[in-house]
């Protein structure tokens, strides 16, 4: 099993700026994408941005220009940075990681417990 503990949360307002971290524990081979979901109320959940281990980055179109997402393959960590945050950026952000338990077997999915994030002034 693998746990995805979520931090950096709260309340900013429009304009400003939060970071988001994301660690992952556990018994596993390596996680291949860690990544961070959002679901705001009514909405579906949606992809903000993921990277892979070796550092390639997705990013969701609303995402590009104001938010970063980096990570440490040491601490099995991943970070978003987000800045120029805006009333629409307000949701509850969800961690996810792909993890192998073995080397060339499928991957599976976890999800965090989720942070909200809320802008406004």
């Known amino acids: 099993q693998v746990q995805l503990v979520e931090s950096g949360g709260g309340l900013v307002q429009p304009g400003g700026s939060l970071r988001l971290s994301c660690a992952a524990s556990?018994?596993?081979?390596?996680?291949?994408?860690m990544g961070w979901y959002r679901q705001a109320p009514g909405q579906q959940r949606e992809l903000v941005a993921d990277?892979?281990?070796?550092?390639?980055?997705n990013y969701a179109d609303s995402a590009k220009d104001r938010f970063t997402i980096s990570r440490d393959n040491a601490k099995n960590t991943v970070y978003l940075q987000m800045n120029s945050l805006k009333p629409e950026d307000t949701a509850v952000y969800y961690c996810?990681?792909?993890?192998?338990?073995?080397?060339?077997?499928?991957?599976?999915?976890?999800w965090g417990q989720g942070t909200q994030v809320t802008v406004s002034s």
């Open positions: 996810y990681a792909a993890v192998r338990y073995s080397v060339n077997t499928r991957q599976y999915a976890y």
């Open positions: 556990g018994t596993f081979f390596s996680i291949h994408v």
């Open positions: 990277i892979s281990n070796g550092g390639s980055t």
